[in-house]
T-cell receptor
């Protein structure tokens, strides 16, 4: 199993540009999470999908952020337009929610730098 | 909303010393998980605790879930340089599929 795959691993962009982060969850998992990690704010949940449907997006900072999950094997997180304060490491995690087991598998992350 | 506090924020130890990190929730949890993130890496699942008063061990790591299911701890015996990283707890409330992560405790082990 390749685990959760994220791309790109590093992204450097200028303020105002559109950024798209990609995630391929583990096959068979029914839940997908997008997180943002910074030194100041720690690990923040942005959005949670279950069976490809967005269930909770209360963590999405503002309208500049959007996330989609068109099928069970692919999700995107888009920032448009990007700002320097969006600089962070963005993690995608997937999970198979069964009964009491909520173990999350994190991808390697995308380190985003907005200049 | 639910809050999960984790202390200490940082801990420096000499190799061979013990280490403990504590996690406290503002609400009763249905379960709690612990993750480890190596420097430059991503969080990796260590364990999940579900029962009140539960204690689980993984080699030199001991995990406890409080009787009231509002606190938890991770204890490492005789730390090694391979234990370096940030340890996070993640609490789940009953009926919720969204975890609340603590801020993490960064462990620095000096050889």
């Amino acid at each position: 199993d390749a685990g959760v795959i994220q791309s790109p691993r590093h992204e450097v962009t200028e303020m105002g540009q559109e950024v798209t982060l990609r995630c391929k969850p583990i096959s068979g998992h029914n839940s997908l999470f997008w997180y943002r990690q910074t030194m100041m704010r720690g690990l923040e949940l942005l959005i949670y999908f279950n069976n490809n449907v967005p269930i909770d997006d209360s963590g999405m900072p503002e309208d500049r952020f959007s996330a989609k999950m068109p099928n069970a094997s692919f999700s995107t997180l888009k920032i448009q337009p990007s700002e320097p304060r969006d600089s962070a490491v963005y993690f995608c995690a997937s999970s198979l929610m069964t009964g009491r087991s909520y173990e999350q598998y994190f991808g390697p992350g995308t380190r985003l730098t907005v200049t | 909303g639910q809050q999960v506090m984790q202390i200490p924020q940082y801990q420096h130890v000499q190799e061979g010393e013990d280490f403990t990190t504590y996690c406290n929730s503002s609400t009763t949890l249905s379960n709690i998980q612990w993750y480890k993130q190596r420097p430059g890496g991503h969080p990796v699942f260590l364990i999940q605790l579900v029962k009140s008063g539960e204690v689980k061990k993984q080699k030199r790591l001991t995990f406890q879930f409080g009787e009231a299911k509002k606190n938890s701890s991770l204890h490492i015996t005789a730390t090694q340089t391979t234990d370096v990283g940030t340890y996070f707890c993640a609490g789940w409330s009953g009926g919720s599929y969204i975890p609340t992560f603590g801020r993490g405790t960064s462990l620095i082990v000096h050889p």
